[in-house]
T-cell receptor, first 112, second 111 residues
Framework: NAGVTQTPKFQVLKTGQSMTLQCAQDMNHEYMSWYRQDPGMGLRLIHYSVGAGITDQGEVPNGYNVSRSTTEDFPLRLLSAAPSQTSVYFC???????????FGEGSWLTVV | GENVEQHPSTLSVQEGDSAVIKCTYSDSASNYFPWYKQELGKGPQLIIDIRSNVGEKKDQRIAVTLNKTAKHFSLHITETQPEDSAVYFCAARYNFNKFYFGSGTKLNVKP
């Protein structure tokens, strides 16, 4: 029972590099989202999607890009990494009409 | 948008004591308030939630209360156990697609 799967779990990037955090869910959930978690800041919504082909911005979208070509996958792209993007990233999904958010186990990203 | 404030940021209790974590929200349009528990190295997991038309909800040792007038809600854990040690997040659903989280409370239950 996989749930929400994120890869990679750990990544170190140099400033200016780009990368993609992968997220997949096997629960056929329509709603998917990305959060970042920083000390003292809680979880902040980066981007979300209510279904394939539909994405929207959250609280802190700058520097990130998303797409949703399938129901299962919701990758997060860092266009040009900056030290301020050092964080723990969580992908999450939720059933359409449901309340419970299911989180992945997180991706630890360090930008040097 | 919504703004959720959570206190305290850290809480240390003796095993068997009660723990209370409090949150306030800013927008009266928010109508659903979940609590998530995050264990070390894991993603947050839902432990209890409450809708805006309910004042209190209990599930074994945990309970949540909501005061809509004052725009605050609280998590109560009774008879704490070492396995309750974790980071707890409150959240408010502002519209159906956006959840705003508090900054988290690190609970330490001392044996």
């Amino acid at each position: 029972n996989a749930g929400v799967t994120q890869t990679p779990k750990f990544q170190v990037l140099k400033t200016g590099q780009s990368m993609t955090l992968q997220c997949a869910q096997d629960m056929n959930h329509e709603y998917m989202s990305w959060y970042r978690q920083d000390p003292g800041m809680g979880l902040r919504l980066i981007h979300y999607s209510v279904g394939a082909g539909i994405t929207d911005q959250g609280e802190v979208p700058n520097g990130y890009n998303v797409s949703r070509s399938t129901t299962e996958d919701f990758p997060l792209r860092l266009l040009s990494a900056a030290p301020s993007q050092t964080s723990v990233y969580f992908c999450a999904s939720r059933q359409d009409g449901g309340n419970t958010i299911y989180f992945g186990e997180g991706s630890w990203l360090t930008v040097v | 948008g919504e703004n959720v404030e959570q206190h305290p940021s850290t809480l240390s209790v003796q095993e068997g004591d009660s723990a209370v974590i409090k949150c306030t929200y800013s927008d009266s349009a928010s109508n659903y308030f979940p609590w998530y528990k995050q264990e070390l190295g894991k993603g947050p997991q839902l432990i209890i939630d409450i809708r805006s038309n309910v004042g209190e909800k209990k599930d074994q040792r945990i309970a949540v209360t909501l005061n809509k007038t004052a725009k605050h809600f609280s998590l109560h854990i009774t008879e704490t156990q070492p396995e309750d040690s974790a980071v707890y997040f409150c959240a408010a659903r502002y519209n159906f697609n956006k959840f705003y989280f508090g900054s988290g409370t690190k609970l330490n239950v001392k044996p």
